[in-house]
């Protein structure tokens, strides 16, 4: 267990350098009439270990063009091992300028990793949204959060307490939906989703670890009913 537990803080904090994970994705250049859109987290936003026409936001951008709605692509803040408390170092230093006609969210895992207590996620989440909603212009219909998928059903985290995992992934989704709730933002579960990796390989990257471009693409599918609906709201 241990020795599994090493590994996994190893490859999360060499994650960083992968030349498949970059934190600092420039804002694309819009045409004009073009919506802009933010994407908020941290490995999964990023895409860690795809490339990054599979990150699941930036499929969201395509199905939402093939829609008929003009939006670029995201203007991505996240890496690979981020909390909530580094989300907000990381939105302190790239420092994006708003309004945003989407703003999205995903944190939580490594919170969870970490052992730190769903307090201190409440408080820190709490934060951030109040951020995503300043981010879009204060239209809190712009935003929307998407749960922490489970990453115990990963071939990474055999050997693991993996009830113990989704146990806790569980806690820290219902403490992130009832903040949502408060703020008035839409939360949207894809943790079922992530939870289909334990029998479908093809969902999984090829570090074990991370989710593949067609697990992000059914995120992003589940995802494009309500993104529809909150694009410039």
Request: hydrophobic fraction near 40%; charged fraction near 20%; aromatic fraction near 8%.
């Amino acid at each position: 267990m241990k020795w599994t537990i090493s590994i996994l803080i190893l490859m999360m904090a060499c994650a960083a350098e992968s030349p498949m994970n970059n934190d600092q994705t420039p804002a694309p250049t819009l045409v004009p009439g073009q919506y802009r859109y933010l994407s908020l987290g941290d490995s999964y936003t990023i895409g860690e270990r795809v490339t990054p026409e599979e990150r699941w936001s930036v499929i969201l951008s395509d199905l939402l063009r093939k829609n008929n709605i003009n939006i670029a692509d995201p203007e991505i803040i996240a890496k690979t091992g981020w909390t909530t408390a580094d989300l907000m170092e990381g939105i302190k230093g790239r420092n994006p300028k708003g309004p945003y006609n989407l703003v999205s969210i995903l944190i939580g895992v490594n919170n969870q990793y970490r052992g730190q207590s769903i307090e201190r996620y409440r408080e820190e989440l709490r934060e951030l949204l109040q951020q995503a909603i300043g981010f879009a212009g204060g239209n809190i219909g712009r935003v929307f959060m998407l749960s922490t998928p489970d990453w115990g059903v990963t071939p990474f985290a055999k050997g693991s307490d993996q009830a113990k995992i989704a146990t806790e992934i569980d806690a820290f989704n219902n403490a992130a939906k009832e903040e949502c709730e408060k703020s008035g933002i839409v939360f949207i579960d894809i943790t079922p989703l992530s939870r289909t990796a334990r029998n479908d390989a093809s969902l999984i990257a090829d570090d074990g670890l991370h989710f593949s471009g067609k697990m992000y693409r059914q995120w992003a599918e589940f995802a494009l009913p309500t993104a529809q609906n909150r694009v410039n709201k």
